[in-house]
Nanobody, 123 residues
Framework: EVQLVESGGGLVQTGGSLRLSCVAS????????IGWFRQAPGKEREGVSC????????YYTDSVKGRFTISSDNAKNMVYLQMNSLKPEDTAVYYC????????????????WGQGTQVTVSS
């Protein structure tokens, strides 16, 4: 069973930083995409960033490029999302997620995800 547990959300002022962490377990895909999507109240799910386990490809949605950085520590089964220069429009619940399909991950359509962690950016 896939298990993904996020932590690190919180309340921060505009321009601040947060680091989200995710511990992942329970999947043994040869190749997979792991990353983050977010969902704000009344809005559709948005893929934020993902990375491919095989070739290390990394994707960021345009709105976070240059501000967010995804990374992993495979020895610890951890995935991180460093978020800098946060804006009020980044406010959402952030979910750590995994899928076998890179192409599904690119559009935020992951098959498995955690419980989410709230990120709130005040203006």
């Amino acid at each position: 069973e896939v298990q993904l547990v996020e932590s690190g959300g919180g309340l921060v002022q505009t321009g601040g930083s947060l680091r989200l962490s995710c511990v992942a377990s329970g999947f043994a895909f040869d190749d997979y995409a792991i990353g983050w999507f977010r969902q704000a109240p009344g809005k559709e799910r948005e893929g934020v960033s993902c990375m491919h386990s095989g070739d290390g490809s990394i994707y960021y949605t345009d709105s976070v490029k240059g501000r967010f950085t995804i990374s992993s520590d495979n020895a610890k089964n951890m995935v991180y999302l460093q978020m800098n220069s946060l804006k009020p429009e980044d406010t959402a619940v952030y979910y750590c997620a995994v899928d076998r399909s890179w192409y599904k991950a690119l559009i935020g359509d992951f098959g498995s995800w955690g419980q989410g962690t709230q990120v709130t950016v005040s203006s």
